[in-house]
């Protein structure tokens, strides 16, 4: 059993793989700069996604976030839009089950290379009201958010994918 996973080990070492991240992270840079283009119709999940974004290249990238000035690159990011739609209803044909739907625009400028690339990303996620058919406040910064992350894992993934 030992000798099979080290056969396995060996051979998943040995074929190159890198995850996607490094791909991106090759692309980014080492310092990066977040400029937000504020929605005047959804300024809090615009905020929000700024957050998200510095987080996500922090945490997945393992790079910094750092001033225009000393950037490698310099993505821009903006929330197209936000809408919600009914899944499911109740036997009384309120809604109960709700898709949040996210659009956000994501546009990276790498100054080594002086090449920008533009994606629309999309996100969603699915949520249940329980007893309720009315989107509280919470609950709907909560399913934006989560889609929020969906779309920001798909600029990941684009980014490592283009630079291939």
């Given at each position: 059993m030992i000798v099979r996973f080290l056969i396995f080990a060996f051979l998943f070492v040995g074929c190159g793989y890198k995850p996607i991240s490094h791909y991106t992270k090759e692309a980014l840079g080492e310092k990066i700069f977040v400029e937000l283009k504020v929605d005047a119709r959804d300024s809090q999940n615009s905020v929000e996604l700024k957050d998200e974004l510095s987080r996500a290249v922090f945490s997945r990238l393992q790079s910094q976030i750092t001033d225009k000035e000393r950037a490698d690159s310099i993505v821009k990011v903006k929330l197209d839009s936000v809408s919600f739609s009914a899944l499911a209803e109740n036997t009384t044909g309120f809604a109960t089950f709700y898709r949040c739907n996210v659009v956000v625009e994501f546009e990276y400028f790498n100054k080594a290379t002086q090449k920008t690339r533009t994606f629309l990303k999309k996100g969603y996620y699915n949520f249940s009201l329980n007893d309720s058919s009315v989107i509280t406040d919470s609950a709907r910064l909560d399913a934006i958010n989560k889609?929020?992350?969906?779309?920001?894992?798909?600029?990941?993934?684009?980014?490592?994918v283009d630079t291939q």
């Open positions: 889609a929020l992350l969906q779309a920001i894992d798909g600029f990941v993934s684009q980014v490592g």
